[in-house]
């Protein structure tokens, strides 16, 4: 299962896969529809199924992006799943969102060097990794409970 889902247009292909590449390279497992689908699979399946088992959604807020109805669906489903949710805006200001997703704290990176996008993504890298770890101490303090409690 991936770690992080990225939501986009598909008018934003080109930054959607740098993105990819670049918490890939951090040693995140990224669901990205145009790298991440082989051919013959279901596509709706297989989105739906990556948005699921993810823990983050990064969502590419650009104009386009806003104003795509599979987009929309995409961040429904996120918000009703309670998934952390990165909304990213470069083409417009974060005021500019539309109202469900204006309670998340966007990354604004109007104006930005490469170089500050790149340390911004490996600062969300970070954050999942923190968050895996977390998740394993807590997968391993209930095994070595059940593990008590089955030895009484």
């Not at 051919?39 to 993810?54: F, H, K, T, Y």
Request: hydrophobic letters at 45%; aromatic letters at 8%.
């Amino acid at each position: 299962m991936p770690d992080i889902f990225i939501s986009y247009s598909t008018a934003d292909k080109q930054i959607a896969q740098f993105m990819h590449q670049h918490l890939s390279d951090e040693g995140i497992q990224v669901f990205l529809a145009s790298a991440s689908l082989q051919p013959g699979q279901q596509w709706s399946q297989e989105i739906l199924s990556a948005l699921r088992g993810s823990s983050w959604v990064l969502f590419l807020a650009s104009r386009a992006a806003c104003s795509s109805p599979w987009v929309q669906q995409e961040l429904g489903a996120a918000l009703i799943s309670q998934k952390k949710l990165v909304p990213i805006v470069w083409d417009m200001p974060p005021s500019d969102l539309p109202g469900w997703i204006k309670n998340y704290q966007a990354l604004n990176l109007t104006g930005a060097s490469m170089e500050q996008v790149k340390s911004q993504m490996t600062a969300i890298a970070s954050s999942i990794k923190s968050d895996k770890t977390q998740g394993l101490v807590v997968v391993g303090l209930l095994v070595a409970a059940l593990f008590v409690i089955g030895s009484k």
